[in-house]
């Protein structure tokens, strides 16, 4: 497993693949916050099906970061490895796309969908049936009730509850440590900075 | 040299009052990004003193109007943006492109209004009119004319920089403890900047740095006051500074109205500070009077127009958006301070030569403030 990152994502990612019996070697390419975007591909050689890559990039711009070295190495040819810590409870019918990434002791329970390109943080819950959409992260201790779903390019602050059935749309960031319920539509924004009733995209950031 | 505005000029209820009517109903107001309504019924709403007003999208292009309902005066938009018609949420009262009732559900059954009564009804317009890629409205009845509250020159600057201005846009708003004045005279005073914002955003300004710091830009001794011009033309103007931007390839994919280590500061009197970063991040900042040791900050990003796709818009407007909002909250926490040291004993505040706009800015707020 190779793993390309920066800072706490990319440690994160190694924890991961260091704690899984089947990962025989672990290697880190870490990147400066500012060569994330130029990152180029052909550093790495050529594209081979023995290495799995994970992109272990954190929750910047909303994780579009992550979601760019990720199509760069699609291009490329490379295959995207999938880490989900031992420690982790994940039910048999639980789904995960490619790309994912689930910390100790988090629970994904029955019926649950994780996206592609997703971290899941450290204690973190997904509820029966919940739903998280591809490239979000969901720091430490993040709740997500039964039935709820959770969009694509959404960051969930740490200790965060999102109340049962409660909905998320995409490219949103709820950052209040506390509980939330109903509805948050696409382009929401809840932050230390901008806290309720938050910041909102106008209406074409929210079609884009 | 002691300031022209007292204490009370910022704590009275009845000067607040009189800006209403002196200031906020005469001048022309900025109502905000006209891309951000460029999609059919798209509005915007907004609330200029105590009189709410829609911008709102029509057939005809965007028109302004009191956002109150000809029957019971429920808000025809809640939302602060969006995209509805006109159709009031109350009881339904459904409104034209001209503001005229179009239909009145159950008219028959429980109002009774002939067809000659339905015609007659409607909602009060309010004026407005575009400049580049800006929306002003002006709540009187007979508006005072354009060139009297802006110069040609600011004007033709205006337009070029806003045009720029797309519809990828974020908003937010808030509620700071002091009057509204303080928040414009803050945007105004750049000699802040090097003290307040010492962290964040003044070591990526250097010209500020050096001209506050270096003793060989002494200034002046200040003018008396009775040299200080009192043209509200002047009041309204356009300051561009170096700034270290950093380029991002996203850049490329939006129209820029300027290179992109340049900070531009568009003041537009009486409360608007509009921003341009690196030729293509918009911001305006709106302080908007509730009451008067209480302002409504009213924040809008924009990006430029798109010249192609740009899929993390979001992503880059609400970084922008969260770092602009650190800046902004080291001057709510000064401006908050200060407000609560006023009283009716404080002295007036003491101005030295650097202070020239601040005092152009008071005189003709005194000016403007006589009853007509």
Known sequence: ?208 | MRALLKAVDYTSADVLAAEQSRLFRRLWIVAGFRATVDAPDAFLSHQIGDIPILIQNTRAGPRAFVNQCAHRQGAIQLADHGQRRMACPYHGWVYGDDGRVKSVPGNEANYGFCASTIQSLGLKPVHLRQVGGILFVNLADDPLPFEEQFTSTFLEQLAEISSKAGDDAIFAKFESRYNWKLNFENVVDWNHVPFVHAGSFAPLMPGVQRSVLDERHASPPPQPDEEIPDDLRELSYVVRAPFEFQEWPWHDSVERCGPTKEYTNVFIYPNVNYVVMAGVIHLIQQFCPVEPACTRVRLTMALGRRTRKLPAAAAILWSQFKAEKRVINEDVAVLEGLQRGLNDGSVRAFHGAYEHRLRRIAKTYRRLMVPR
């Open chain 1, 1 to 208: 497993m190779l793993i390309v990152g920066d800072g706490v994502a990319a440690r994160m990612a190694e924890a991961i693949a260091r704690a899984r019996s089947d990962d025989d070697v672990v290697s880190v390419i870490e990147l400066a916050p500012q060569d994330i975007g130029g990152f180029d591909t052909s550093a790495l050689g050529p594209a081979t099906s023995e290495t799995a890559i994970f992109p272990a990039i954190g929750p910047s711009a909303l994780n579009f970061a992550r979601f760019d070295l990720w199509a760069k190495l699609k291009l490329a040819g490379f295959r995207i490895g999938t880490l989900i810590h031992p420690a982790a409870r994940c039910d048999a019918s639980a789904r995960f796309a490619e790309g994912v990434m689930v910390c100790a002791g988090a629970t994904v329970d029955a019926g649950a969908y994780v996206g592609k390109g997703t971290i899941i943080g450290s204690g973190s819950l997904i509820g029966i049936d919940a739903s998280v959409g591809a490239w979000c992260w969901l720091s430490t201790g993040v709740k997500i009730g039964p039935q709820a779903s959770v969009g694509s390019h959404v960051v969930l602050g740490s200790g965060m509850v999102l109340a049962d059935r409660a909905k998320v749309g995409d490219t949103c960031e709820i950052d209040t440590g506390t509980v939330c319920r109903g509805e948050y539509p696409t382009g929401t924004f809840i932050s230390p900075e901008f806290p309720l009733p938050g910041a909102h995209l106008m209406r074409a950031s929210r079609e884009a």
